[in-house]
């Protein structure tokens, strides 16, 4: 990357890093240098928000995914209006006019068309990773590319918005065991981030978590077959993980695709 004439910024916050010096680019560099980290989210907070510490308890990263409330609120309300009227339809059909096949038809419609309208009016998951709580130094943005679609898809850029990374899950094939393919914005295969074990993936969708006996992990591998690390729930009441990628000693999985893909695995998945 050109430090003399980088890309257009996707923001303007991003701005000033518009012909970045050598100095800059060894820096930002310099904070994607590490091999395990915690990853907490911030309790009583009206937007998601990490905290992602090193292994010694410092502060790396500071992540935010914007709440935008009204549009949440909007898309609430609408799911919930076309909910009731459906509702109200089939208690007419079912309990007036005996209609019970009707009265449950009309039901599963209108399910199914308010999570499509919740859906189609909830903002998008776009996350930003800063360096510290003042956010005045962006790092990495992750945006989501879709909706309604089989596969969700999301972007990584850099902070002068390059494309780093893209980020897939087939909702199908994920029902069983929940897997992310991780490719170059050319389409190359750089990892796979995947649910621990295909057992305990069946075992959690029929039994839950078992009050943390069954914790959802992951675990990353690379184009050949090797795993790079790990992405374990920790056993705590709120959402804390641990992110160990002390198996790729030489450095094969970049750190900022990680550490997005850890993001994406909490927000995205809703865990």
């Known amino acids: 990357m050109s430090a003399t004439?980088?890309?257009?910024?996707?923001?303007?916050?991003?701005?000033a890093y518009a012909g970045a010096p050598p100095a800059y680019l060894a820096w930002y560099d310099a904070q994607f240098r590490f091999d395990v980290l915690s990853v907490r989210q911030k309790l009583m907070a009206i937007a998601q928000k990490y905290h992602v510490e090193d292994e010694h308890g410092r502060p790396r990263f500071y992540v935010v995914r914007p709440p935008k409330v009204l549009l949440n609120i909007l898309a609430s309300l609408s799911a919930t209006v076309i909910s009731f009227g459906f509702l109200a339809a089939a208690f007419v059909l079912i309990v007036q006019q005996q209609q019970v096949v009707a009265g449950i038809a009309c039901l599963f419609v209108g399910n199914i068309l308010s999570g499509i309208v919740g859906a189609l009016l909830a903002p998008y998951r776009?996350?930003?990773?800063?360096?510290?709580?003042?956010?005045?130094?962006?790092?990495?943005m992750i945006r989501q590319e879709n909706k309604l679609a089989l596969t969700q898809l999301f972007t990584l850029h850099d902070p002068f918005g390059v494309e780093v990374a893209h980020f897939r899950r087939n909702n199908v094939f994920s029902i069983m065991r929940r897997t992310w393919e991780i490719t170059t914005p050319t389409g190359d295969h750089i990892a796979t981030a995947?649910?621990?074990h295909l057992l305990y993936a069946l075992l959690r969708r029929y039994f839950g978590t078992m009050y943390g006996l069954l914790r959802t992990n992951f675990e990353f591998i690379l184009p050949d077959g090797a795993r790079a690390g790990l992405y374990n729930r920790k056993l705590t009441i709120t959402d804390q993980y641990l992110l160990d990628l002390r198996e790729d000693t030489m450095r094969v999985l970049d750190r900022r695709v990680a550490l997005a893909m850890a993001i994406l695995l909490d927000s995205a998945e809703g865990r």
């Open 5 to 15: 004439a980088p890309p257009q910024p996707v923001a303007d916050a991003w701005a």
């Open 126 to 140: 776009d996350v930003m990773v800063y360096l510290d709580e003042s956010e005045s130094q962006p790092l990495l």
């Open 194 to 196: 995947q649910e621990d």
